[in-house]
């Protein structure tokens, strides 16, 4: 039996572990400063977080249920 979560926590969740997996096991510069002044994953971080993401949802799937699923 799986435990079902909000989509809202189902979110949160893969986002904070998908970036906490780039961000620490990154040897270049994860972020840069746009031309607006605003922090950003670099265009290679932000491919590699993508692929991040679907290896944690992967993982999320095996133990939990998004709600309204």
């Not at 290679?44 to 977080?49: A, I, P, Y």
């Amino acid at each position: 039996m799986k435990i079902t979560i909000p989509e809202e926590v189902w979110v949160e969740l893969y986002t904070q572990i998908s970036a906490h997996i780039l961000e620490y096991s990154s040897l270049d510069p994860v972020f840069e400063i746009d031309e607006n002044g605003v922090e950003r994953y670099t265009e290679d971080k932000q491919d590699q977080f993508c692929e991040i993401v679907e290896d944690v949802e992967s993982i999320l799937e095996s133990h939990f249920r998004k709600e309204n699923d």
